[in-house]
Nanobody
Framework: VQLQASGGGLVQAGGSLRLSCAASGSIFSRFATGWYRQAPGNERELVAAITSGGNTNYADSVKGRFTISRDNAKNTVDLQMNSLKPEDTAVYYC?????????WGQGTQVTVSS
């Protein structure tokens, strides 16, 4: 399983970005997927996740601002990020849990300027 994350960049506070995680196979419809982030000096944390059944959950810090979604036809899981804040600055990673094993994408940098 290979995951490719894209869509990061530099944005001003209040702006939006859309991250996309593409998989090498049709896995997202069958396995849970999540977006995580890691800021310098911090541990990696869960931002949002979506189950194979389509249930979603979010970190409290992003509720109401971020939306995770899945496109089974494209084999992608996206993270729409609105109303971005400087504290959202981090490297964002996608992860899929496939048959009990975690697979990570390479990370994409999101920088929010104040």
């Amino acid at each position: 399983v290979q995951l490719q994350a894209s869509g990061g960049g530099l944005v001003q506070a209040g702006g939006s970005l859309r991250l996309s995680c593409a998989a090498s196979g049709s896995i997202f419809s069958r396995f849970a997927t999540g977006w995580y982030r890691q800021a310098p000096g911090n541990e990696r944390e869960l931002v949002a996740a979506i189950t194979s059944g389509g249930n979603t959950n979010y970190a409290d810090s992003v509720k109401g601002r971020f939306t995770i979604s899945r496109d089974n036809a494209k084999n992608t899981v996206d993270l729409q990020m609105n109303s971005l804040k400087p504290e959202d600055t981090a490297v964002y990673y996608c992860k899929a849990l496939v048959a009990g094993q975690d697979y990570w994408g390479q990370g994409t940098q999101v920088t929010v300027s104040s």
